[in-house]
């Protein structure tokens, strides 16, 4: 989908938002934070770096950037021990509910290492309203917090998510990709490898492809070597999908953003 694109260049313009969903190390978030506020993401920040793995090494390059990014931590299984009942698509409305509680013009999957459900994406596209948050101290006790104010998460307009994938559209779909790919190729199975950025659907891996590149690779090398060429290209081109998808939408008022957070 591509809309005429508006740039005013006018930094009087509201900032664009973005979350970051993340699992791991974080290399591709620190690309996204390297680039905040320069020409490949002008008069963008990210406001919420997420993350479903406590031990995330993301969480800290998002605590550390200067200015320092709110960060969140939520993990499937500590979430349905927490709370008995709720299932793993309950998981999902929380994430969503969290993420547009940040109000993003644009949600980055960058690293993330969880299959978000049909539910989660309804809630990025403003069909569905997430259900009253649900919260639980350290010791499990579940607070249902009715009306805590955040019951109006409903979107402006559909918050685009994208993801980064480490293979090229229809090949190597799910996680390991990186490994899966190297060793097809070393044995034959294919002859060209590479990375991509997509939307995300419900399908995984499966949504319209936004940036695609090959990575070159050679027969014998070490996977490691193949892996740091193929993550600096990746750094390239989750930049500049965010920059592409953030071009789609045109920047939303002061006034309607003020309207909204009132
Ligand atoms: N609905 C979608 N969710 C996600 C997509 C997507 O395209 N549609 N992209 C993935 C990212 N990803 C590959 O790019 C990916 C990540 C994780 C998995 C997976 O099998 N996850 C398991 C848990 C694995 C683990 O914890 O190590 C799971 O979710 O049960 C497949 C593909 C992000 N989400
Ligand atoms: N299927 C999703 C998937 O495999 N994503 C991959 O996880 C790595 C995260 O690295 P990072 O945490 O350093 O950004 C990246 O290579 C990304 O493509």
Redesign the pocket.
Known sequence: MSSIVIDNGDDSSPPRKLVVL??????????LIDAQNTPALPHTSIVLVLSNRKA???LVRASSANPPIPTAYLGLQPYLRQNPGKTREDYDLEIARTVMKARPDVVV?????HIVSEAFLEVLKGVRAPPPSTRCDNKGNVDQAEGDGDGDVKPLRPIPVI?????LPGQF??????QRGYDAFQRGDVDKLG?MVHRVVAE??RGEPLIVREVPIEKGEPIETY?QR??EV?WQI?VQATKMVLDEVEPLSHEILNKDAE
């Open positions: 993340i699992s791991g190390s974080g290399t591709n978030l620190q690309a995330a090494h993301g999957l960058a690293g993330w290492m993801n980064i994938h480490p293979a779909d799910g996680a390991n990709a990186i990375v995984v891996d892996e193929l993550h990746e989750i």
